[in-house]
């Protein structure tokens, strides 16, 4: 089982398998998605070593991320080598939602059982100014094709600004009173590019776990592979609303969840390091030991928390570069 100094076990790996996007969120990449030089993303091989060696040091949860890892030709056998992988025991993955109405069925056919939809919000002309994109009808018809395909669970993800915080809240606990789904609020993060964003933007999502307390949403038990949100339920809600505050305190303190990039680079934090490379050892299967002992190594230098108090964002320039 993989642990690092401070006693932190990680059952969670989030693989992204491309940094391109067809997107241009305004808090990620608001200029769309560029690139200098051409990228070889990691092939299906090199992913099938990944998934094992994680695997073999007691990952259970793999998350395909991006960039948008729907653009990936590929992606249904990326879901096939990870769910098949002993050991997976669950595959989710986070998606932008633009080719979810015609994919979903390929994609539970192929093992995917989660699935993130990120819905900033349920306003079209609202959605269209923070994603640069005129699919919100196209993504809200793919969430409705992914629960009636009956994956385990279907959430959404939607970014806290400060200007239309409230209202987003709001319209997401009506949408979910007869919706199974739950609906995950982020904290805007701090990233290396356009920091002016961040002061102009972020609002704290504090005040809305007061909200949720004093109107008699409980907090559920986090499962050992989860992710970082907190997750409230309520008995006349079919559906869940989670928090994601990373500014809040001790939020490091339960992390379980190890990244690695589409060009198969290991990084400890969303705020870290520039990475440690992992690419030189996916190339044959007998190669495992020596990926896995890398991994180990690597992760005793993990530090206790992220430096986000301090407007260290590291080594991040934006969410699609690693995965978010």
């Keep these: 089982m993989l642990s690092d100094a401070f006693n932190r076990k990680f059952f969670y790996l989030r693989l ?37 060696g994680f695997a073999k040091l007691g990952t259970n949860k793999i998350r395909l991320t991006g960039g948008e890892p729907s653009l990936r030709k590929d992606l249904t056998e990326v879901m096939q080598i990870c769910a098949n992988t002993p050991g997976i025991k669950q595959l989710a993955m986070t998606t932008n939602g633009f080719r979810l109405a015609s994919q979903a069925k390929r994609w539970k056919q192929a093992g995917l059982s ?24 196209k993504v809200m018809a793919g969430i409705d094709e992914a629960l009636n395909q009956g994956f385990s669970a279907v959430k959404l993800n939607a970014v806290l600004l400060k200007a239309e915080a409230q209202a987003t809240f709001e319209k997401y606990l009506q949408w ?35 909200y949720l307390l004093r109107e008699g949403w409980e907090q559920q ?60 050892l ?6 495992q030991e020596a990926l896995c002992q890398r991994i180990e190594s690597a992760l005793q230098t993990k530090k206790v928390s992220h430096f ?12 699609a570069s690693i995965g978010g």
């Design 114 to 137: 989660h699935i993130n939809v990120s819905v900033d919000s349920l306003d079209p002309r609202q959605f269209e100014l923070i994603t640069g994109t005129k699919t919100f009808t």
């Design 221 to 280: 038990i986090r499962a050992h592979n989860a992710g970082p949100a907190q997750v409230f339920h309520h008995p006349d809600y079919a559906g869940k609303v989670g928090l994601i505050m990373p500014y809040a305190k001790d939020f490091c303190s339960t992390c379980n969840r190890l990244r690695v990039s589409s060009q198969g680079k290991l990084h400890l934090c969303l705020f870290g390091e520039e990475g440690i490379e992992l690419r030189d």
């Design 176 to 210: 979910i009173k007869q919706r199974p789904v739950e609906v995950r609020f982020i904290e805007l993060m701090q990233m290396g590019e356009r920091p002016e964003y961040f002061t102009q933007h972020h609002i704290d999502g504090a005040g809305f776990k007061q």
């Design 16 to 52: 992204s398998l491309t940094d391109e996007c067809n997107f241009k969120c305004n808090y990620c990449l608001p200029d769309g998605y560029h690139c200098d030089a051409p990228k070889q993303n990691l092939s299906l091989s090199e992913i099938e070593h990944l998934a094992s």
């Design 282 to 287: 996916l190339q044959q299967a007998e190669q």
């Design 308 to 319: 986000l108090h301090q407007g260290n964002t590291g080594a991040t320039p934006h969410l």
